[in-house]
């Protein structure tokens, strides 16, 4: 398990971050497998489209079908079918966004499952005993991660529990084979994230993970905050902004030093009818693209764009058809890989700067209140869910 | 345009179906393709299947998208992305098993829309002209398809206005490059099916279907009118049996000498969580499939079987995720396709009886009450959606 910076270039980095199953070329965005599964896309699907890394969820899978089920499979790998590498969320970020009746302590957190109401407790060792057997080559540590709206104390106090539990987390995995990442929290205070940066780097991880953003607040305080703790973060560790994935985000983390990213909203945006392009994004639903016989996106080498015009895409999600959300999830999982690509071969190029300019000039980004009303929308499904 | 049987064995036929777009080897299975896509797969996916032929439906195409918008995109070939061959149905069945309140003349069928409610008129004129703008490579009569329940005399008049409706339709087809088959109707009433079947030979198609049966009648019904209808059928045209998608059903249609048949019941019981192995219909949301590390079927050669194991199946399942419906479909195809290849070679080997036998003794088909009522779920099913 290494980390290496191949280059640098005004602050962004291209790196190669090698795991048991394969290397993963950064900067790189991990597509969310929240239960097994890149929603409606095979391995062989996701992979194709330049997927190097995947994410599954310690939460979810514990509540289905079971951590010791999949141990049984042997482990995740072998139950998904996905032989590359695989990093496992913790379950804190979803026991604190999913999860009913929830009760935080210093032991853990006791919930209720958002399934069917029955009562579990997560605790940090529990979390590393599930990561071991669940067997990803990257494990993240047992994190607090308070709402947006929470004050300067609240957070402080989820702070200081998230690193006792990052010292119980180290001190309880046993496996030499998995890299166990912190989690620097501290919401949108600059003081509680310098804190949490210097004394997560101080426990010594092998990665550090930027928390608790992209929870509804404004882009300009996440952009902000991103600059702030990647600063404070060393320079020789993978840096892993979590649940960031729109393309100007991506972009914006890059610049700011981010190796690592992961987000459900280019496959989420994807099965609500919304796809990328670059000129930013495009509902499929709307009625001019009945008849609109050019692909979604001119120029992307998606086997979408390649085989379907933007009208038959119109069509199938008129209709409601399965096919429309798989062909969706492709383009836009592949738009995103396709980003980080380019970025990484600007950041090898020395051409970074111009690389941004010339996306951003022409991508309009997604206007903040639509934005942050289409959050507020996905959040109610996912709880409903 | 031709069609050469090229063994037969036991009543059994081998044939090549020759058609602008490819060969199509027969006995040959067609899975549905209502609105342009067949649920779930690319077409990529179910080429690779074993897939010749597809079906797509003029009554859905009519109302979403409209036949307009895939003339101007080129035709359903190049709308879908399926360079195969392909058969259109006429419209005739979906009105009278979906639309609503049907008003049924000499004209034609004037209906309500199952989506919106909106009216509309369907002739044997218009469903020609449809399907010519469609483009399939084999086209079908439009007629009139009674319920199961209708007595003598009602499907008796059904099948004298399918006659004249075959007369029409032949009249107005004007494109050379498309297969035109006649649909011989008369419901479980031997002598109208003889009338029926004894009528369109003489107007002259370029192939022949069995119409009418697979709608809630009793399988030994099906069984009886479909050995006494191929029987009448000319020797050197394509016999073709609507509806039928059963593996036993399979086995028995071609053992009675039909030559290719169309049934949505692989892939919607392939949705629904049934899955076809060589001992019968199974059902993957079963608990004693929660940890089974084996495939589904063990000796399928599918995509599914190959990379997953069944209790990753039902964890899909159980969780809903949209790739369950396409890995069970894979599958359901798959041993739908991989049968009539297996028949085909056995009929060209001259060991169909014995391939049959082996077959039947081992599978057991889904008990009858079972399948009465889940095709009843199936079809209140489809009227709403």
Redesign the interface.
Known sequence: MSFEVVASCSGARAGMLTTPHGVVPTPAFIPVGS???V??????EFSALGTKLVLGNTYHLYL??GIA?IE???GLHR???WSGPLLTDSGGYQVFSLAHLRQVSDEGVRFRSHIDGSEHLLTPELSIRFQEALGADIIMAFDECPPYTDDRNAVGEAVARTHRWAERCLSSKQRADQALYGIVQGGAFTELRRHSASFLTTLGFEGYAIGGLSIGEPKEVTKAIVEETAALLPEDKPRYLMGVGSPDDLIAGVSMGVDIFDSALPTRTA?NGGFFTRYGRKIIRNAHF??R?SPLDEGCDC?TCR???A??L???F??E???S???ATIHNLRFVMRLMEEMRRSILEGSFPSFKESFLASYEPTDEAVRLGQREKGSKRRETK
Chains 1, 2 share one sequence.
């Not at 929603?39 to 062989?44: E, G, H």
Request: glycine content about 2%.
């Open positions: 239960q097994a599964t929603k409606s896309l095979t391995p062989q289905r079908p089920v049984k499979l042997g139950f998904m079918s099965r009945r008849d016989d086997y085989n379907f015009s009208a038959y119109h069509h199938l008129r209709c058809e399965l096919l959300y798989r062909l």
